[in-house]
């Protein structure tokens, strides 16, 4: 938003602010790109799970539950003993992974930069 915008333009609710909600979970990006970028749209758990270094199981399904209810992928149980759950992207999930990307592609192209900020006390990089 610009300077001088309208008062309503910063609402609680306002666009930027529900995108950046969908951020407030450090997981949430990297679980879209995992099953974007690794596995095509679509994973089981334990695959995600293997495919995410440092996420416990328990964030993982947490992330997925929060994920399922913004719309942004669908849990599909498949009817095997014991049964595998596969979550896929939704259409809605496959538009929000294309500003995921820049994300990602601008910290490839700017890994120097990052470097050199400090670290966050939450950051278990130090």
């Excluded at 790109?33 to 799970?49: F, I, K, N, W």
């Excluded at 994920?67 to 669908?74: F, I, N, P, Y």
């Amino acid at each position: 938003m610009r300077p001088g915008t309208p008062d309503e333009a910063w609402r609680e609710d306002c666009a930027p602010r529900r995108v950046l909600e969908l951020f407030a979970t450090k997981w949430t990006s990297m679980v879209l790109h995992t099953l974007h970028a690794r596995h095509g749209g679509s994973a089981r758990t334990g695959v995600l799970l293997r495919s995410l270094p440092g996420i416990s199981k328990k964030m993982l399904t947490q992330t997925l539950r929060e994920m399922e209810e913004s719309g942004l992928v669908t849990r599909h149980v498949q009817g095997t003993i014991p049964p595998a759950v596969e979550y896929r992207l939704t259409d809605l999930g496959l538009r929000f992974v294309e500003p995921v990307e820049l994300l990602y592609d601008w910290g490839r192209a700017n890994a120097d930069a990052l470097d050199l900020l400090r670290a966050r006390r939450s950051s278990r990089k130090r």
